[in-house]
Protein backbone atom coordinates (compact mmCIF):
# COMPACT_ATOMS: atom_id res chain seq x y z
CA UNK A 1 0.00 0.00 0.00
CA UNK A 2 1.44 3.41 -0.71
CA UNK A 3 1.08 6.29 1.62
CA UNK A 4 -0.60 8.26 -0.82
CA UNK A 5 -3.66 6.41 0.84
CA UNK A 6 -3.03 8.33 3.88
CA UNK A 7 -5.27 11.41 1.66
CA UNK A 8 -8.18 8.02 0.62
CA UNK A 9 -8.46 4.78 0.78
CA UNK A 10 -10.11 2.42 -1.04
CA UNK A 11 -9.98 -0.64 0.59
CA UNK A 12 -13.37 -0.45 3.27
CA UNK A 13 -13.45 -3.85 4.98
CA UNK A 14 -15.80 -4.09 7.56
CA UNK A 15 -15.79 -7.04 9.98
CA UNK A 16 -18.63 -8.95 11.95
CA UNK A 17 -18.99 -9.20 15.64
CA UNK A 18 -17.18 -11.64 17.95
CA UNK A 19 -20.38 -13.79 18.13
CA UNK A 20 -20.48 -14.79 14.54
CA UNK A 21 -16.46 -15.21 14.70
CA UNK A 22 -16.90 -17.49 17.85
CA UNK A 23 -19.81 -18.90 16.19
CA UNK A 24 -18.36 -19.70 13.04
CA UNK A 25 -15.07 -21.09 14.92
CA UNK A 26 -17.08 -22.93 17.22
CA UNK A 27 -18.99 -24.71 14.85
CA UNK A 28 -15.87 -26.44 13.08
CA UNK A 29 -13.42 -27.30 16.24
CA UNK A 30 -13.63 -31.22 16.85
CA UNK A 31 -16.22 -31.11 13.80
CA UNK A 32 -15.03 -32.77 10.34
CA UNK A 33 -12.08 -30.49 10.14
CA UNK A 34 -9.63 -33.59 10.43
CA UNK A 35 -11.32 -35.79 8.06
CA UNK A 36 -11.88 -33.13 5.48
CA UNK A 37 -7.99 -32.69 5.39
CA UNK A 38 -6.23 -34.10 2.93
CA UNK A 39 -3.23 -36.53 4.54
CA UNK A 40 0.34 -34.91 4.47
CA UNK A 41 1.05 -37.66 2.30
CA UNK A 42 0.13 -40.09 -0.57
CA UNK A 43 -1.77 -42.02 2.03
CA UNK A 44 -5.75 -42.45 2.02
CA UNK A 45 -6.63 -42.24 5.94
CA UNK A 46 -8.95 -39.51 5.85
CA UNK A 47 -12.22 -39.63 4.46
CA UNK A 48 -11.67 -36.47 1.81
CA UNK A 49 -8.03 -37.36 0.85
CA UNK A 50 -7.19 -37.75 -2.59
CA UNK A 51 -8.42 -41.21 -4.23
CA UNK A 52 -5.63 -43.49 -5.45
CA UNK A 53 -5.16 -45.46 -7.96
CA UNK A 54 -3.69 -49.14 -7.46
CA UNK A 55 0.22 -47.81 -8.28
CA UNK A 56 -0.40 -45.16 -5.98
CA UNK A 57 -0.96 -42.58 -7.88
CA UNK A 58 -3.55 -39.29 -7.69
CA UNK A 59 -6.74 -40.20 -9.29
CA UNK A 60 -6.63 -39.41 -13.05
CA UNK A 61 -9.38 -36.38 -13.94
CA UNK A 62 -7.14 -35.57 -17.15
CA UNK A 63 -10.61 -36.64 -19.42
CA UNK A 64 -13.12 -34.73 -16.64
CA UNK A 65 -14.66 -36.34 -13.20
CA UNK A 66 -16.93 -39.36 -13.38
CA UNK A 67 -19.47 -37.48 -11.88
CA UNK A 68 -20.50 -33.28 -12.00
CA UNK A 69 -18.49 -31.70 -9.55
CA UNK A 70 -19.80 -28.17 -8.44
CA UNK A 71 -16.44 -25.55 -8.09
CA UNK A 72 -17.20 -22.26 -6.19
CA UNK A 73 -14.68 -19.46 -6.73
CA UNK A 74 -14.93 -16.23 -4.43
CA UNK A 75 -14.78 -12.94 -6.85
CA UNK A 76 -15.00 -9.87 -5.46
CA UNK A 77 -17.91 -7.14 -6.40
CA UNK A 78 -16.78 -3.96 -6.61
CA UNK A 79 -20.19 -2.42 -7.78
CA UNK A 80 -19.18 -1.53 -11.49
CA UNK A 81 -21.79 -0.33 -13.59
CA UNK A 82 -23.28 -2.38 -15.66
CA UNK A 83 -21.56 -5.35 -15.05
CA UNK A 84 -22.54 -8.53 -13.68
CA UNK A 85 -20.04 -10.97 -11.71
CA UNK A 86 -21.37 -13.96 -11.60
CA UNK A 87 -22.84 -13.70 -15.19
CA UNK A 88 -21.02 -12.60 -18.29
CA UNK A 89 -18.67 -13.28 -21.57
CA UNK A 90 -16.10 -14.69 -19.26
CA UNK A 91 -17.98 -16.36 -16.63
CA UNK A 92 -19.43 -18.39 -19.22
CA UNK A 93 -15.83 -18.67 -21.70
CA UNK A 94 -14.63 -20.21 -18.28
CA UNK A 95 -17.37 -22.82 -18.07
CA UNK A 96 -17.18 -23.33 -21.75
CA UNK A 97 -13.20 -24.06 -22.08
CA UNK A 98 -12.66 -24.97 -18.62
CA UNK A 99 -15.96 -26.62 -16.97
CA UNK A 100 -17.49 -28.48 -20.07
CA UNK A 101 -14.44 -29.84 -20.81
CA UNK A 102 -13.97 -31.26 -16.86
CA UNK A 103 -17.61 -31.89 -15.96
CA UNK A 104 -17.28 -29.34 -13.70
CA UNK A 105 -20.31 -27.00 -12.71
CA UNK A 106 -18.12 -22.60 -12.18
CA UNK A 107 -20.13 -20.81 -9.94
CA UNK A 108 -18.77 -17.50 -9.09
CA UNK A 109 -19.72 -16.61 -5.34
CA UNK A 110 -19.71 -12.48 -5.17
CA UNK A 111 -18.45 -10.98 -2.07
CA UNK A 112 -18.13 -7.54 -1.74
CA UNK A 113 -15.15 -5.63 -1.71
CA UNK A 114 -16.12 -3.17 0.85
CA UNK A 115 -16.99 -5.95 3.32
CA UNK A 116 -15.26 -9.12 2.03
CA UNK A 117 -14.97 -10.39 5.91
CA UNK A 118 -17.94 -9.87 6.87
CA UNK A 119 -19.41 -11.76 3.54
CA UNK A 120 -16.85 -14.92 4.68
CA UNK A 121 -18.12 -14.96 7.76
CA UNK A 122 -21.54 -15.34 6.85
CA UNK A 123 -20.87 -17.41 3.89
CA UNK A 124 -18.99 -19.69 6.38
CA UNK A 125 -21.55 -19.65 9.25
CA UNK A 126 -24.27 -20.99 6.92
CA UNK A 127 -22.33 -23.20 5.53
CA UNK A 128 -22.36 -21.94 1.76
CA UNK A 129 -18.47 -20.87 1.00
CA UNK A 130 -16.74 -21.03 -1.60
CA UNK A 131 -14.00 -23.75 -2.16
CA UNK A 132 -11.09 -20.91 -1.90
CA UNK A 133 -11.14 -18.62 1.03
CA UNK A 134 -8.92 -15.56 -0.15
CA UNK A 135 -7.86 -12.06 1.48
CA UNK A 136 -5.04 -10.35 0.16
CA UNK A 137 -3.41 -9.65 3.53
CA UNK A 138 -1.84 -12.46 6.04
CA UNK A 139 -3.15 -10.82 9.36
CA UNK A 140 -6.86 -11.74 8.24
CA UNK A 141 -5.86 -14.89 6.45
CA UNK A 142 -4.52 -16.18 9.86
CA UNK A 143 -7.88 -14.84 11.37
CA UNK A 144 -9.57 -17.59 8.76
CA UNK A 145 -7.20 -19.91 9.51
CA UNK A 146 -7.85 -19.65 13.36
CA UNK A 147 -11.22 -20.32 13.01
CA UNK A 148 -10.66 -24.01 11.59
CA UNK A 149 -12.51 -23.32 8.55
CA UNK A 150 -9.01 -24.47 6.10
CA UNK A 151 -7.54 -27.76 5.38
CA UNK A 152 -4.34 -28.82 5.34
CA UNK A 153 -2.65 -28.75 1.91
CA UNK A 154 -0.86 -31.70 0.10
CA UNK A 155 1.67 -30.28 -1.88
CA UNK A 156 2.51 -33.66 -4.25
CA UNK A 157 -1.58 -33.34 -4.44
CA UNK A 158 -1.21 -29.41 -5.87
CA UNK A 159 1.76 -30.60 -7.77
CA UNK A 160 -0.18 -33.47 -9.60
CA UNK A 161 -3.26 -31.48 -10.61
CA UNK A 162 -1.47 -27.98 -11.58
CA UNK A 163 2.23 -28.88 -12.55
CA UNK A 164 2.63 -25.58 -14.17
CA UNK A 165 0.76 -23.09 -11.68
CA UNK A 166 3.30 -25.38 -9.28
CA UNK A 167 6.27 -24.63 -10.94
CA UNK A 168 5.41 -20.33 -10.67
CA UNK A 169 4.45 -20.55 -7.16
CA UNK A 170 6.26 -23.67 -5.13
CA UNK A 171 8.91 -21.33 -3.62
CA UNK A 172 6.44 -18.70 -2.31
CA UNK A 173 3.81 -21.73 -0.98
CA UNK A 174 6.82 -23.69 0.45
CA UNK A 175 8.32 -20.45 2.30
CA UNK A 176 5.26 -18.79 3.05
CA UNK A 177 2.34 -21.05 3.32
CA UNK A 178 2.83 -22.77 6.94
CA UNK A 179 1.56 -22.01 9.66
CA UNK A 180 2.17 -23.92 13.10
CA UNK A 181 4.25 -26.36 11.15
CA UNK A 182 0.79 -27.32 8.80
CA UNK A 183 0.65 -26.66 4.89
CA UNK A 184 -2.23 -24.05 4.80
CA UNK A 185 -1.67 -21.24 1.87
CA UNK A 186 -1.56 -21.42 -1.80
CA UNK A 187 -1.00 -17.95 -3.03
CA UNK A 188 -1.13 -16.02 -6.43
CA UNK A 189 2.15 -14.30 -7.47
CA UNK A 190 2.64 -10.61 -7.22
CA UNK A 191 5.29 -9.08 -9.64
CA UNK A 192 7.05 -5.90 -7.71
CA UNK A 193 4.46 -3.19 -9.39
CA UNK A 194 1.46 -1.20 -7.76
CA UNK A 195 -1.23 0.78 -9.74
CA UNK A 196 -2.51 2.88 -6.94
CA UNK A 197 -2.24 6.26 -7.10
CA UNK A 198 -3.78 9.48 -6.19
CA UNK A 199 -5.25 12.41 -8.73
CA UNK A 200 -5.27 16.32 -8.01
CA UNK A 201 -6.76 18.83 -9.97
CA UNK A 202 -3.88 20.22 -11.67
CA UNK A 203 -5.91 23.46 -12.93
CA UNK A 204 -6.29 24.13 -9.26
CA UNK A 205 -2.96 24.06 -8.38
CA UNK A 206 -2.02 25.67 -10.72
CA UNK A 207 -5.02 28.78 -10.00
CA UNK A 208 -3.50 29.20 -6.77
CA UNK A 209 -0.15 30.41 -8.33
CA UNK A 210 1.84 27.16 -7.42
CA UNK A 211 3.15 23.90 -9.48
CA UNK A 212 3.52 20.31 -8.76
CA UNK A 213 6.72 20.19 -8.53
CA UNK A 214 6.49 22.66 -5.56
CA UNK A 215 4.91 19.83 -3.32
CA UNK A 216 7.89 18.87 -1.82
CA UNK A 217 6.34 17.97 1.57
CA UNK A 218 3.33 17.58 3.70
CA UNK A 219 3.89 21.73 4.74
CA UNK A 220 3.84 22.71 0.92
CA UNK A 221 0.80 20.49 0.51
CA UNK A 222 -1.00 22.04 3.78
CA UNK A 223 0.10 25.86 2.46
CA UNK A 224 -1.81 24.33 -1.03
CA UNK A 225 -4.74 22.97 0.20
CA UNK A 226 -5.03 26.46 2.20
CA UNK A 227 -4.57 28.25 -0.66
CA UNK A 228 -7.53 26.23 -2.53
CA UNK A 229 -10.01 27.09 0.51
CA UNK A 230 -9.22 31.04 0.18
CA UNK A 231 -9.35 31.32 -3.48
CA UNK A 232 -13.03 29.13 -3.06
CA UNK A 233 -12.11 26.48 -5.15
CA UNK A 234 -12.31 23.48 -2.64
CA UNK A 235 -10.72 20.86 -0.57
CA UNK A 236 -8.47 17.87 -0.20
CA UNK A 237 -10.60 14.46 0.05
CA UNK A 238 -10.71 12.68 3.25
CA UNK A 239 -12.77 8.86 4.07
CA UNK A 240 -13.34 6.86 7.18
CA UNK A 241 -10.05 4.88 8.00
CA UNK A 242 -11.29 1.11 8.03
CA UNK A 243 -9.49 -2.29 8.55
CA UNK A 244 -6.92 -1.05 6.68
CA UNK A 245 -4.28 0.82 8.83
CA UNK A 246 -1.30 2.52 6.57
CA UNK A 247 -2.10 6.59 7.30
CA UNK A 248 1.26 7.02 9.23
CA UNK A 249 4.09 5.55 7.25
CA UNK A 250 4.89 8.58 5.66
CA UNK A 251 4.98 9.86 9.66
CA UNK A 252 7.24 6.79 10.71
CA UNK A 253 11.35 7.43 11.77
CA UNK A 254 13.80 6.19 8.95
CA UNK A 255 15.48 3.76 9.00
CA UNK A 256 13.20 1.50 9.98
CA UNK A 257 13.51 -0.71 13.35
CA UNK A 258 12.27 -4.40 12.14
CA UNK A 259 11.38 -4.94 15.86
CA UNK A 260 9.04 -2.01 16.26
CA UNK A 261 7.53 -2.44 12.99
CA UNK A 262 6.83 -6.34 13.96
CA UNK A 263 5.31 -4.83 17.06
CA UNK A 264 2.92 -1.76 15.73
CA UNK A 265 2.15 -2.93 11.71
CA UNK A 266 -0.98 -4.66 11.74
CA UNK A 267 -3.48 -3.87 8.24
CA UNK A 268 -6.14 -4.70 10.62
CA UNK A 269 -5.18 -3.17 13.75
CA UNK A 270 -4.36 0.40 14.26
CA UNK A 271 -1.42 1.43 15.94
CA UNK A 272 -3.30 4.43 17.61
CA UNK A 273 -0.59 5.05 20.66
CA UNK A 274 3.06 5.56 18.17
CA UNK A 275 4.46 8.84 18.14
CA UNK A 276 3.94 8.42 14.43
CA UNK A 277 0.05 8.32 14.39
CA UNK A 278 0.15 11.17 16.75
CA UNK A 279 1.83 13.21 14.64
CA UNK A 280 -0.36 12.35 11.61
CA UNK A 281 -3.57 12.28 13.83
CA UNK A 282 -2.02 16.17 14.79
CA UNK A 283 -1.99 17.23 10.93
CA UNK A 284 -5.55 15.60 10.29
CA UNK A 285 -6.89 17.77 13.43
CA UNK A 286 -5.03 20.65 11.95
CA UNK A 287 -6.24 20.15 8.09
CA UNK A 288 -9.71 19.66 9.53
CA UNK A 289 -10.06 22.73 12.26
CA UNK A 290 -8.53 24.74 9.44
CA UNK A 291 -11.17 23.61 6.27
CA UNK A 292 -8.44 22.28 4.40
CA UNK A 293 -10.05 18.80 3.88
CA UNK A 294 -13.78 17.42 2.90
CA UNK A 295 -15.27 18.43 6.75
CA UNK A 296 -17.43 15.13 6.88
CA UNK A 297 -14.58 13.17 5.48
CA UNK A 298 -15.61 10.54 8.33
CA UNK A 299 -19.07 9.75 6.43
CA UNK A 300 -16.72 9.06 3.28
CA UNK A 301 -17.11 5.24 4.15
CA UNK A 302 -17.28 3.89 0.55
CA UNK A 303 -15.43 4.65 -2.38
CA UNK A 304 -18.76 5.64 -4.05
CA UNK A 305 -18.39 8.22 -2.27
CA UNK A 306 -15.11 9.49 -1.98
CA UNK A 307 -15.43 9.96 -6.21
CA UNK A 308 -18.61 11.65 -5.74
CA UNK A 309 -16.96 14.52 -4.21
CA UNK A 310 -14.46 14.68 -6.55
CA UNK A 311 -16.55 14.22 -9.23
CA UNK A 312 -18.67 17.01 -8.59
CA UNK A 313 -15.56 19.33 -8.07
CA UNK A 314 -16.31 19.61 -4.39
CA UNK A 315 -12.07 17.91 -3.33
CA UNK A 316 -9.03 18.02 -5.65
CA UNK A 317 -8.20 14.90 -5.09
CA UNK A 318 -9.10 11.13 -5.31
CA UNK A 319 -7.00 7.76 -4.87
CA UNK A 320 -8.03 4.66 -6.95
CA UNK A 321 -6.00 1.98 -8.81
CA UNK A 322 -5.51 3.56 -12.24
CA UNK A 323 -6.62 1.89 -15.72
CA UNK A 324 -7.32 2.73 -18.98
CA UNK A 325 -11.46 2.33 -18.99
CA UNK A 326 -11.50 4.31 -15.41
CA UNK A 327 -14.36 6.53 -15.86
CA UNK A 328 -13.82 9.26 -12.90
CA UNK A 329 -11.88 11.52 -15.48
CA UNK A 330 -14.96 11.33 -17.91
CA UNK A 331 -17.41 11.81 -15.03
CA UNK A 332 -15.30 14.77 -13.60
CA UNK A 333 -15.07 16.24 -17.14
CA UNK A 334 -18.59 16.15 -17.52
CA UNK A 335 -18.96 18.62 -14.34
CA UNK A 336 -16.46 20.37 -14.91
CA UNK A 337 -15.06 20.40 -18.17
CA UNK A 338 -11.99 22.99 -17.62
CA UNK A 339 -10.48 20.30 -15.08
CA UNK A 340 -6.91 18.95 -15.34
CA UNK A 341 -5.59 16.00 -13.61
CA UNK A 342 -2.14 14.97 -12.64
CA UNK A 343 -0.78 12.50 -10.21
CA UNK A 344 -0.18 13.84 -6.77
CA UNK A 345 3.72 13.46 -5.82
CA UNK A 346 4.32 11.37 -2.58
CA UNK A 347 6.53 14.14 -1.29
CA UNK A 348 2.90 15.74 -0.54
CA UNK A 349 1.89 13.46 2.16
CA UNK A 350 5.90 13.29 3.81
CA UNK A 351 6.35 15.87 6.97
CA UNK A 352 9.09 18.09 6.17
CA UNK A 353 12.37 15.52 7.77
CA UNK A 354 10.91 12.35 7.17
CA UNK A 355 10.87 10.10 4.25
CA UNK A 356 7.76 8.87 2.24
CA UNK A 357 7.37 6.00 3.47
CA UNK A 358 4.87 3.16 2.28
CA UNK A 359 4.02 -0.78 2.74
CA UNK A 360 6.14 -2.84 0.52
CA UNK A 361 3.55 -5.93 -0.65
CA UNK A 362 4.68 -9.58 0.26
CA UNK A 363 5.80 -11.21 -2.89
CA UNK A 364 2.24 -12.56 -3.41
CA UNK A 365 -1.00 -11.18 -3.92
CA UNK A 366 -3.67 -13.50 -3.23
CA UNK A 367 -3.40 -15.42 0.43
CA UNK A 368 -5.90 -18.69 -0.61
CA UNK A 369 -6.84 -21.34 1.40
CA UNK A 370 -9.14 -24.28 1.02
CA UNK A 371 -12.44 -24.30 2.25
CA UNK A 372 -12.47 -27.05 5.37
CA UNK A 373 -15.75 -28.05 4.04
CA UNK A 374 -14.50 -28.82 0.50
CA UNK A 375 -14.50 -32.56 -1.00
CA UNK A 376 -11.47 -34.50 -2.42
CA UNK A 377 -12.81 -33.80 -6.00
CA UNK A 378 -13.70 -30.20 -5.46
CA UNK A 379 -10.34 -29.76 -4.35
CA UNK A 380 -8.87 -31.40 -7.28
CA UNK A 381 -10.90 -28.60 -9.21
CA UNK A 382 -9.64 -25.90 -7.62
CA UNK A 383 -6.01 -27.10 -8.70
CA UNK A 384 -7.29 -27.94 -12.23
CA UNK A 385 -8.56 -24.63 -12.38
CA UNK A 386 -5.33 -22.66 -11.41
CA UNK A 387 -3.43 -25.00 -13.86
CA UNK A 388 -5.59 -24.05 -16.63
CA UNK A 389 -6.02 -20.40 -15.91
CA UNK A 390 -2.15 -20.37 -15.86
CA UNK A 391 -1.46 -21.51 -19.38
CA UNK A 392 -0.37 -18.11 -21.48
CA UNK A 393 -3.07 -18.34 -23.66
CA UNK A 394 -5.81 -18.51 -21.06
CA UNK A 395 -4.47 -15.91 -18.97
CA UNK A 396 -3.61 -13.52 -21.78
CA UNK A 397 -7.22 -14.16 -22.91
CA UNK A 398 -9.01 -13.04 -19.58
CA UNK A 399 -6.91 -10.25 -19.46
CA UNK A 400 -7.01 -9.14 -22.89
CA UNK A 401 -10.48 -9.96 -24.45
CA UNK A 402 -11.05 -10.64 -28.07
CA UNK A 403 -7.98 -9.69 -30.50
CA UNK A 404 -9.72 -7.32 -32.99
CA UNK A 405 -12.53 -6.60 -30.59
CA UNK A 406 -11.52 -5.58 -27.05
CA UNK A 407 -7.63 -5.04 -28.69
CA UNK A 408 -4.95 -5.27 -31.16
CA UNK A 409 -1.47 -6.68 -31.12
CA UNK A 410 1.38 -4.16 -31.87
CA UNK A 411 4.18 -4.81 -33.49
CA UNK A 412 6.14 -5.77 -29.51
CA UNK A 413 2.91 -8.50 -29.04
CA UNK A 414 1.37 -6.26 -26.73
CA UNK A 415 -2.67 -5.48 -26.49
CA UNK A 416 -3.24 -2.23 -26.98
CA UNK A 417 -7.08 -1.96 -25.68
CA UNK A 418 -9.53 -0.68 -28.08
CA UNK A 419 -11.33 2.16 -25.41
CA UNK A 420 -14.15 2.50 -27.02
CA UNK A 421 -15.45 -0.79 -27.25
CA UNK A 422 -18.62 -1.47 -25.61
CA UNK A 423 -19.91 -5.35 -27.16
CA UNK A 424 -20.74 -8.70 -25.76
CA UNK A 425 -16.84 -9.30 -24.57
CA UNK A 426 -15.63 -6.24 -22.78
CA UNK A 427 -13.76 -6.52 -19.77
CA UNK A 428 -14.58 -5.24 -16.46
CA UNK A 429 -13.26 -2.05 -15.12
CA UNK A 430 -10.61 -3.27 -14.10
CA UNK A 431 -9.66 -5.53 -16.77
CA UNK A 432 -11.08 -8.89 -15.37
CA UNK A 433 -8.59 -8.51 -12.37
CA UNK A 434 -10.98 -10.15 -9.98
CA UNK A 435 -10.98 -13.57 -12.59
CA UNK A 436 -6.86 -13.81 -12.81
CA UNK A 437 -5.55 -12.53 -9.81
CA UNK A 438 -6.37 -16.04 -8.70
CA UNK A 439 -2.82 -16.82 -10.28
CA UNK A 440 -0.99 -13.41 -10.49
CA UNK A 441 -1.18 -9.89 -9.28
CA UNK A 442 -0.85 -8.11 -12.82
CA UNK A 443 -0.64 -9.08 -16.30
CA UNK A 444 2.93 -10.18 -16.98
CA UNK A 445 4.89 -10.66 -20.44
CA UNK A 446 8.66 -12.40 -21.20
CA UNK A 447 10.44 -9.35 -21.35
CA UNK A 448 10.85 -7.01 -18.64
CA UNK A 449 10.53 -3.82 -21.02
CA UNK A 450 7.62 -4.87 -22.95
CA UNK A 451 6.05 -5.33 -19.40
CA UNK A 452 6.45 -2.22 -18.17
CA UNK A 453 5.25 -0.84 -22.11
CA UNK A 454 2.21 -2.80 -21.29
CA UNK A 455 1.95 -1.23 -17.74
CA UNK A 456 1.41 1.56 -19.96
CA UNK A 457 -0.72 0.77 -22.09
CA UNK A 458 -3.22 -0.90 -19.37
CA UNK A 459 -3.47 2.35 -17.02
CA UNK A 460 -3.48 5.32 -19.20
CA UNK A 461 -6.70 6.96 -19.99
CA UNK A 462 -6.96 7.99 -23.45
CA UNK A 463 -5.42 11.14 -23.85
CA UNK A 464 -3.77 10.92 -20.19
CA UNK A 465 -1.23 8.43 -20.73
CA UNK A 466 1.34 10.87 -18.83
CA UNK A 467 -0.76 9.39 -15.73
CA UNK A 468 0.24 6.13 -16.22
CA UNK A 469 4.00 7.16 -16.71
CA UNK A 470 4.27 9.87 -13.75
CA UNK A 471 2.47 6.84 -11.41
CA UNK A 472 5.54 4.55 -12.59
CA UNK A 473 7.85 7.41 -12.06
CA UNK A 474 7.42 7.92 -8.49
CA UNK A 475 7.00 4.10 -7.98
CA UNK A 476 10.31 3.78 -9.06
CA UNK A 477 11.63 6.80 -6.91
CA UNK A 478 10.35 5.92 -3.37
CA UNK A 479 11.66 2.05 -3.82
CA UNK A 480 13.72 2.44 -1.43
CA UNK A 481 11.52 3.39 1.12
CA UNK A 482 9.10 0.74 0.93
CA UNK A 483 9.29 -2.30 3.07
CA UNK A 484 6.99 -4.95 4.08
CA UNK A 485 5.55 -5.52 7.31
CA UNK A 486 6.42 -8.20 9.30
CA UNK A 487 4.91 -11.81 8.47
CA UNK A 488 4.45 -13.98 11.96
CA UNK A 489 4.35 -17.81 11.59
CA UNK A 490 2.73 -18.23 14.67
CA UNK A 491 -1.33 -17.33 14.85
CA UNK A 492 -1.87 -13.96 17.03
CA UNK A 493 -4.85 -14.75 18.91
CA UNK A 494 -5.53 -11.56 20.73
CA UNK A 495 -5.50 -10.09 17.29
CA UNK A 496 -7.98 -12.39 16.54
CA UNK A 497 -10.15 -12.00 19.68
CA UNK A 498 -9.52 -8.12 19.59
CA UNK A 499 -9.62 -6.95 15.82
CA UNK A 500 -13.19 -6.47 15.54
CA UNK A 501 -14.41 -4.66 18.65
CA UNK A 502 -10.78 -2.51 18.11
CA UNK A 503 -11.39 -1.61 14.59
CA UNK A 504 -14.83 0.36 15.67
CA UNK A 505 -13.25 1.60 18.84
CA UNK A 506 -10.57 2.92 16.80
CA UNK A 507 -12.73 4.99 14.52
CA UNK A 508 -14.91 6.61 17.16
CA UNK A 509 -11.58 7.33 19.08
CA UNK A 510 -9.75 8.87 16.05
CA UNK A 511 -12.70 10.66 14.71
CA UNK A 512 -13.16 11.85 18.17
CA UNK A 513 -9.72 13.22 18.36
CA UNK A 514 -9.43 14.92 14.59
CA UNK A 515 -12.86 16.51 15.91
CA UNK A 516 -11.56 17.97 18.55
CA UNK A 517 -10.70 22.02 19.10
CA UNK A 518 -7.02 22.84 18.51
CA UNK A 519 -6.62 23.42 22.20
CA UNK A 520 -8.31 20.21 23.46
CA UNK A 521 -6.03 17.64 20.92
CA UNK A 522 -3.76 16.98 23.28
CA UNK A 523 -6.17 15.92 25.93
CA UNK A 524 -8.44 13.84 23.91
CA UNK A 525 -5.42 12.04 22.34
CA UNK A 526 -4.32 11.14 25.50
CA UNK A 527 -8.11 9.85 26.75
CA UNK A 528 -8.41 7.88 23.25
CA UNK A 529 -4.55 5.54 23.80
CA UNK A 530 -5.50 5.13 27.46
CA UNK A 531 -8.81 3.68 26.26
CA UNK A 532 -7.49 1.67 23.39
CA UNK A 533 -4.94 -0.31 25.00
CA UNK A 534 -7.63 -0.84 27.76
CA UNK A 535 -9.74 -2.35 25.29
CA UNK A 536 -7.12 -5.00 24.04
CA UNK A 537 -4.26 -2.97 22.39
CA UNK A 538 -1.93 -3.72 25.32
CA UNK A 539 -2.91 -7.76 25.02
CA UNK A 540 -2.21 -7.36 22.20
CA UNK A 541 1.44 -5.46 22.22
CA UNK A 542 2.19 -8.31 24.84
CA UNK A 543 1.17 -11.43 22.80
CA UNK A 544 3.11 -9.69 20.03
CA UNK A 545 6.22 -8.86 22.12
CA UNK A 546 6.86 -12.52 23.17
CA UNK A 547 6.33 -14.01 19.54
CA UNK A 548 9.14 -11.16 18.51
CA UNK A 549 11.45 -12.06 21.15
CA UNK A 550 10.51 -16.09 20.42
CA UNK A 551 11.75 -15.05 16.48
CA UNK A 552 8.23 -16.00 15.18
CA UNK A 553 8.31 -13.45 12.39
CA UNK A 554 10.51 -12.38 8.99
Not at 139 to 144: D, G, R, S
Not at 214 to 226: F, W
Not at 392 to 403: D, K
Request: net charge negative.
Amino acid sequence: MSKMKVFTSLLMTLVVGTTLLAGCSDNNKGSNNATNAPAATNSNTATNAPAESPEGAFADYSKGFPEKVNLEIPVYERAFEGWNVTDNYYTRWIQKEFGDKYNVNVKFIPITRSSEVTDFEQLLASHKAPDILFHYDMPQALAYYSEDVMQELNYEEIANYAPTYWKNMSETIEQYGKVDDKNVFFFAARPAVDNFTTLIRKDWVEKVGMKLEDLTSLEKYNEMLTKWKEAGLGAGAGSLLQNNYTYNYAFRDWPVDAKERALYSDLGVADLTTPASERYLRNLNDQYNKGLIDKEFYLRNDDGKIKAEFVAGKTGTYGLYLASNTDVITATLANNPDAQFAVLPPTAGTPEGYKPQGRAYWPFGFIMGINYESTEMERAAVWMYLEWMSQPENLFFLQNGVEGQNYTLDGEGIAVKNADFKGESVLSQNNNKDYWALVIESPQYADPAVTRKAYLRNWSPAGYEYLAEDLLKYYDQTAEFRTPDAMFSVVLEKVSEYKADLNSLFQELYVKVVLAPTDQFDAMYEEAKKTYLEAGYQEILDEKQAAIDAGKFN
